[in-house]
Every structure is written in C-alpha cells, then in structure tokens.
T-cell receptor, first 112, second 114 residues
Framework: DGGITQSPKYLFRKEGQNVTLSCEQN?????MYWYRQDPGQGLRLIYY???????QKGDIAEGYSVSREKKESFPLTVTSAQKNPTAFYLC???????????FGPGTRLTVL | DQQVKQNSPSLSVQEGRISILNCDYT??????FLWYKKYPAEGPTFLIS?????DKNEDGRFTVFLNKSAKHLSLHIVPSQPGDSAVYFC?????????????FGKGTKLSVIP
C-alpha cells in the first residue's frame, strides 16, 4: 500500500523541549512539505523540499527545522524557539510542480 | 494578507440538493487551483483541480468552475450526500520556476442534512 505515514498521532511535550515529528512516504514522490493547521485556520506552509538534501522555508519557518537525507523521509523538529507550538501538523508529498499534494494523517502536538 | 479567501465559514444543505462552495483569490499569478476535503483529525484528501486554461472541470458529482476575470472559483457537489459533510479547502498555486507552494483558504464546513 502506497501512502504517507506520520507518527505519532498524538504527541505531548513539556515547554522548552525540542520534539521531532516523523513523516515517511513510499509514493516515490520528489517533493515533500510540512504544514501547520490551527483551529479555524487554513494550512500554512512551514518548510518544503523538492529534492534530497535541499529544502526551503515556507511562510512560517521560524522555530522549526527539517532535514531531507532520504527521498522517503522528511522529519520536522519543533524547537523551543517556536512560541506557539501546539497545533495539528500535516506532512504532504507530490511529484512536484503543478501536481496535487497527498497528505498524511497528521500529528497533533500539545505542549504543556 | 490572505491571497485565497473562503468567505463562508459554514454551509448547510439538504441531502440530494446542490452544494456550492466558493473561493476568491487576489494573486493574479495563480494558475492552478485545487479543492481538498478534510475530516476532523485527518489529513486533507484531494478532490479536484483546474488549470487556468480551463473554465470547468468535472469528476463525477464534483465540478469546479473558474472565472479568471473575477478571480473566483466554485465547487459544485451534485447531489449532496451526508458523507460529503466535511471541511473543504480551496488552494492555489502558480507555475513560476521552482514554485511548489500551495496557498490555502481557511476552509468552509459543509453539513449535509439527511
């Protein structure tokens, strides 16, 4: 079964701790993305990567970091510098360019 | 400044009737538009897309209309079914070199009443 997996589904962390969210895809897609969704809001782009070992900041990259060491994986680290980290985080992938993005099931992060 | 706007936060429709969800955009560079459906605590699911060279695209019960001069697009669902109840997001992109970004609206929550 091809798809995008995100783990865990729910994540709790104490304030001041870094946390890494996992995203894996077996669709052989070139591009991968991280979005954040807050209540009543649309999806806002955090980071995206078009190819391995390359990534670009999206609209709200401050307080986040990413890596793209493998085509299948695009982990997101929420650092202690992110002022409001509690949110629903969505990972997506696509062939790149003018193609639809396919989304994973999401991770809900709650910082206590 | 919101470049993609969905001005109706919610919409209620009777089962079997037509649902019309609207979306406006301000960036004239946008030339590719998509609709996604999302259930709570799940990732969005791609529904249908349209390129700016077209003014209509159909896929089963779903039709998207694009009015470039008005910078407006709409999603029609006919007939509406209870399983269509979800939040619908409009998204836009442009084919500039290296542009891989989608800009999303805030969504419209559709409730289909049996």
């Amino acid at each position: 079964d091809g798809g995008i997996t995100q783990s865990p589904k729910y994540l709790f962390r104490k304030e001041g701790q870094n946390v890494t969210l996992s995203c894996e895809q077996n669709l052989n897609h070139d591009a991968m993305y991280w979005y954040r969704q807050d209540p009543g809001q649309g999806l806002r782009l955090i980071y995206y990567s078009q190819i391995v070992n390359d990534f670009q900041k999206g609209d709200i990259a401050e307080g986040y970091s990413v890596s793209r060491e493998k085509k299948e994986s695009f982990p997101l680290t929420v650092t202690s510098a992110q002022k409001n980290p509690t949110a629903f985080y969505l990972c997506a992938s696509s062939w790149g360019g003018m193609n639809e993005q396919f989304f994973g099931p999401g991770t809900r992060l709650t910082v206590l | 400044d919101q470049q993609v706007k969905q001005n109706s936060p919610s919409l209620s429709v009777q089962e079997g009737r037509i649902s019309i969800l609207n979306c406006d955009y301000t960036n004239s560079m946008f030339d590719y538009f998509l609709w996604y459906k999302k259930y709570p605590a799940e990732g969005p699911t791609f529904l249908i897309s349209i390129s700016s060279i077209k003014d209509k695209n159909e896929d089963g019960r779903f039709t998207v209309f694009l009015n470039k001069s008005a910078k407006h697009l709409s999603l029609h669902i006919v007939p509406s079914q209870p399983g269509d109840s979800a939040v619908y997001f409009c998204a836009a992109s442009y084919s500039g070199a290296g542009s891989y970004q989608l800009t999303f609206g805030k969504g419209t929550k559709l409730s289909v009443i049996p």
